[in-house]
């Protein structure tokens, strides 16, 4: 018996696999959006509408070519990939130690847990005009407040990640001679490790969010003041260009994220267990 | 050598709150030198607490325990011990997972590898070092987790109902191993279950504790000599009657305990 069930394991031993779909997957993954863009494309062209309410995907796709030649939208996509990513990676390196010390230490759970309750599902965007007061009109408010954004989802969920630590992980590390000190780093982090990316898979459309939201509101470049000012000057092919280069953007960096968790966690069951 | 000294052991959980419970009263019991003892009783008796409390993972209410003459203080590999749901590391191979123990021990890289490699070959998962927890079947993990703990030597094993989460055939394939692994290794065990007739099979005294508080009801020799093969003793009218004569006493103490704690 523990023969066969030792073979059947080894037969299908998977090793957790990273491999890219063909395009023919990716297209019947992704058909419901091609259907919409097929619709909206018709709608545009019989023109139920005027073109200004509602260009075709066609002009858009223009749009993006034309803004890309002259590298407008480039440099708007970069500063506001920039300043996404820069605020999310800041907000792991603050909040993921926050959230292990609120579970281990119970001076600094008594001092961070009233903050992060009243905190957390406070609207961070509407801090804006303090942060404008306080860090300028350029680069630093909105990447302040994006960190400020997605530090909330990262402590709670490495907050409850290292509260649900099995506690016979930590018996039996401390059976075999595991000190105090050296659980942290041995055991604890990473067994919290897939609770961590779950708050970080929360955090990064947050970033985006607030990036692109206090860029519409207070310009100084990036993919939200490239909409507004496109909308001011009633150019409604760019407008809708940015927001596919936003959607883009968004889509990608989420993307990227699960096959870094991918990567990180190939041990887990959730990655094991992933059919093709 | 290794002993188990237990003297009036008293644990109540919650002894500061509103509802303390009184969990082990009055245990004393003495494990001899590469005895093999089980400790059977109904669910919340608190059988598992005491092995815990030989562990050093919980603190004694009143009394003591001593390990080879020392006091338990803390939890320390000279006491290994095997969990009902194996607590192996889901982020490390089964060779991590096996030389874990060994690299906290301060043993050399070579070495510990080839320590570890033997333990994989003793619990028959050559071929698997660098499969993953996850990609394992339940027999599989406990083997792992046996091989773990037996890998840095302790000269006392603890084992808390190590094969209450598998299933009747695969009980018996890892009971029957075991004992051909502590036949061979003779080691100082302390073993919870709940399965009457697992104790009955692997211990020298099966130890009967009475519903909570938890106390020493009685211990039953059941050690049998004379026999040439398992089957033999599995048939024997001698373990017919151990096993039926323990089953008995374990019952009336969950009659006891009443339907709330059953």
């Known amino acids: ?276 | 050598m290794a002993d188990i000294v237990a003297r009036n052991v008293r644990k109540i959980y919650n002894p500061d709150k509103r509802y303390p419970v009184l969990a082990i009263d009055e245990v004393s019991l003495e494990v001899r030198e590469n005895e093999f003892v089980a400790i059977v009783g109904p669910s919340g008796c608190g059988k598992s607490t005491l092995l815990y409390m030989v562990a050093g993972f919980l603190d004694l209410t009143a009394g003591e325990i001593k390990v080879n003459g020392k006091p338990v203080e803390a939890p320390g590999p000279d006491r290994g011990i095997v969990f009902q749901h194996f607590a192996l590391f889901p982020w490390k191979t089964v060779l991590r997972n096996v030389t874990y123990g060994l690299e906290e021990q301060k043993i050399p890289k070579a070495e510990r590898e080839k320590i570890a490699r033997k333990h994989i070959d003793m619990v028959k998962l050559t071929g698997f070092e660098h499969h993953y927890p996850s990609q394992l079947s339940g027999g599989m993990k406990q083997r792992v987790a046996i091989a773990r703990t037996l890998a840095f030597d302790p000269e006392v094993l603890l084992m808390d109902e190590p094969f209450g989460a598998l299933d009747a055939q695969t009980r018996g394939v890892m009971q029957e191993e075991l004992l051909s692994i502590w036949s061979k290794r003779k080691k100082t065990v302390l073993f919870v279950t709940h399965d009457v007739r697992e104790a009955v099979y692997l211990a020298d005294r099966v130890v009967i504790m009475t519903a909570r508080p938890g106390r020493i009801k009685e211990i039953v020799d059941t050690k049998f000599a004379g026999y040439k093969s398992t089957e033999e003793v599995l048939e024997s009218a001698a373990f017919a009657q151990k096993t039926h004569q323990i089953w008995k006493s374990v019952r009336e103490e969950v009659d006891k305990a009443g339907p709330l704690d059953g």
């Open chain 1, 1 to 276: 018996m523990a023969v066969s069930d030792t073979q059947a394991v080894a037969a299908t031993g998977r090793s957790g696999g990273l491999a890219v779909p063909s395009p023919l997957v990716i297209l019947k993954k992704y058909y419901s959006v091609l259907l919409l863009i097929i619709v909206w494309e018709v709608v545009a062209r019989l023109n139920l509408v005027t073109p200004f309410l509602l260009p075709s995907v066609s002009s858009i796709l223009k749009g993006v070519y034309k803004a890309t030649l002259e590298a407008d939208l480039i440099r708007d996509t970069a500063l506001t990939t920039y300043r996404a990513l820069l605020s999310f990676c800041v907000a792991l390196v603050i909040a993921v130690p926050i959230g292990i010390s609120m579970a281990r230490i119970r001076v600094i759970h008594w001092f961070f847990d009233p903050i992060v309750s009243i905190g957390f599902p406070t609207p961070k965007i509407s801090f804006l005009p303090i942060f404008i007061l306080w860090f300028g009109l350029f680069d630093r408010p909105k990447i302040f407040l994006a960190t400020l954004a997605c530090t909330f989802p990262i402590v709670t969920a490495t907050y409850l990640g290292t509260m649900g630590v099995d506690k016979y992980l930590l018996w039996s590390a401390r059976n075999m001679g595991t000190s105090e000190n050296s659980l942290l780093r041995k055991v604890i982090f990473p067994a919290t490790l897939p609770q961590v990316l779950n708050g970080a898979q929360i955090a990064m459309p947050i970033s985006i969010i607030v990036v692109i939201v206090s860029e519409m509101l207070m310009g100084g470049g990036g993919l939200g003041n490239y909409i507004m000012v496109a909308q001011r000057f009633a150019d409604s092919v760019s407008v809708f260009a940015g927001l596919l280069v936003i959607s883009v953007l968004g889509y990608l960096l989420q993307k990227i994220l699960e096959k870094v968790r991918a990567l990180v966690l190939h041990w887990h069951e959730e990655t094991q267990h992933e059919s093709k």
